[in-house]
Structure formats: C-alpha cells, structure tokens
C-alpha cells in the first residue's frame, strides 16, 4: 500500500536527478563555447529515464579492479550515458557548441525541473493530508 503512494515520487525522484544531470552536462557546453575542438555533449533524457524506471544497469562490459579508486556517486546508479550533439553550425577550430542551442535547452530544461519539483511538491502535500486525515 505505501509503495503505492510513493511510487510517484519515486518516479519524480529519478526525473529530477536526470534533469539535474542534463543541466550539469548544458552548462559545461556554454562554458565551453570558445575552447577550440571541445565537442558538445547532450544527455537523452528518455533513454535515461527508461533505463532508471527499468532497472536496467548501465555497466561496462569489464569489471573495475580491486585497487581501483570507487568514483563519488558510483555504485548502483551509474551516469547515463552521454552522447554528443549533432553539429548545427561548422566551425574553423573545431568547437560544435551552438550556443542558441544551448541556451533553449538550458532554458527548456529549467523549466522542466521545476515542474518536476512542483509535482513531487504537490505528492508530498497530498501523502501528508491523507496521513493526517484531513
């Protein structure tokens, strides 16, 4: 019964965390406009978020080696996958960032997360109403 009043919030949970991700990986590409050669990365977001509701683990096909440093946040839930972004506009050094791409989906994913907070916001408010029985 609770894993049915909480399983919303477990989806918005993994939504949030992936669009957070997505945000990190747009914002390292402004800042990388001007660097000769860098080359624009972008997170799908719903393969991401299908892979995270299945289950499904994103690992390497070799295991890590024993004395091998574990990476901050690693374990059960690796990053989703990177991939780079189709080149809109050529340039002479390189660089495929197309910063008024960049910028929409910065602004897109924005607006995205704070819905996302608004939902898992709302779920709260309406799992603590029916707790406290009003």
Not at 29 to 57: C, E, H, W
Not at 80 to 88: G, I, R, T, V
Request: charged fraction near 20%; hydrophobic fraction near 40%; proline fraction near 4%.
């Amino acid at each position: 019964m609770f894993a049915q009043m909480t399983g919303g919030l477990d989806f918005h949970a993994k939504a949030l965390v992936l669009r957070a991700e997505r945000q990190r990986v747009i914002a390292s590409n402004i800042a990388n406009a001007d660097t000769p050669g860098y080359v624009a990365r972008d997170l799908d977001f719903k393969s991401a978020m299908s892979d995270a509701l299945g289950g499904s683990q994103l690992a390497s096909s070799a295991s890590p080696h024993a004395r091998h440093i574990p990476l901050q946040g690693a374990g059960s839930n690796a990053s989703p996958k990177l991939a780079y972004a189709a080149q809109s506009q050529p340039s002479m050094d390189g660089n495929s960032v197309d910063l008024d791409r960049e910028r929409a989906n910065f602004v897109d994913n924005s607006v995205r997360y704070e819905a996302t907070l608004r939902f898992i916001n709302g779920q709260s408010k309406t799992i603590l109403s029916a707790i406290q029985g009003q």
